[in-house]
C-alpha cells in the first residue's frame, strides 16, 4: 500500500521513498503489485518491497492525464475515510480487502481501484486483459488472511508473463543502445505468449550458450534480465558467471521463478539445470 506524504517529515530508514509522484497510479495498480510479488524478497509469507528489485526495474507505460488523476483521487479518497473514521492506512487497506465495515466508502474506493487499474491497461494496450476485480483468495498467503481484492489468479499469470515479456523487450533495446557493455542481442525465437502452450524444450537438455564476456548485472534481476534475452538451458554455474551475482541471490530468484511457474527445472541438486518459460 502507497501512500503521499508531504516532503517535510523525517522518514524512517524502514520506509521506501520515491519522489516520482506522477507514477502513483501505476504503482497502486495490479500491475505492479504482480510485479512486486514477483520480484520482493521474504520472510515466510511475508514479503519486502525493494526499490531495486521493483521499482528500478519495472517497465512503466506513458503516463497520460487520466491516469495523473486517479493518482490523486485514490489517496484523497483513502484519506478522507482514515480522518473520518479516526482508523490508520493499515486498518483502511484492511477493510478495503475485506470490506466488513463502512460499505459505503469502501465501495467507492473499489470502484476507484477499478477505474485506475483499468486505465492503467489501457495504458499497456492491453484492452482484452479480464480483470474481474473481487475479492479472491491468493494461494502465495496464510489460510487466516488470504483474502484480497485483486484481479483473478488466471489474469495475474498473464499479466506477469506480459511484463517479462516487455522487460525483455525493452532490454533488447538497452543492449542494442549499448547500455549493458559489448554484450551480443540475441531476439527471442518464442513468437507469442501463450501461457498454456507447453515448452517445446521439455523433457531433454538443450546446448549450454557460452557466456557473454561483459555481461555483467547490479542486482538480483540481471538473471531474470539474462534468462529472458537469451533463453536456453543453464546450470548454476552458468547464471553465476553470466551475471556476477552471489550465491544466495541466485537461490532466491531461481526459487521465486519456480514457484511462480516461470521457469523449469531438469535435473536433481547439484545436477539441475533451469531455463525460463517465456
Known sequence: MLAEIPNEYIMSANLDVL????RFSVCQSFA???WAR?????????FKYSPGNNYETFAFPEIDKCLQRLGGDLPHARRELMTVESVSLLKSCNCFNTNTKWVTRIEALRALQREMDSAVAHAYDWEE???QHSSHEMSCLPESDCVRFIILETTRAQVSHSLLELSRQLYEEEVAQKLHGNVISRTSTHASLDFYAISVNEGRYL??????TGHRAKSVHGIVKYLIAYPDWYDKV????????IDGQWNTVTNKLLAYGHAECQGERREARSQNKI
Do not use: G, M
Open 207 to 212: 546446448k549450454v550458450v557460452q557466456q557473454r
Open 32 to 34: 505492479h503489485e504482480v
Open 38 to 46: 514477483l520480484y520482493s524478497s521474504r520472510l515466510e509469507v511475508r
Open 19 to 22: 519522489k516520482d509522484i506522477e
Open 238 to 245: 552458468d547464471d553465476l558467471a553470466a551475471t556476477s551475482i
Open 129 to 131: 486483459l479480464n480483470l
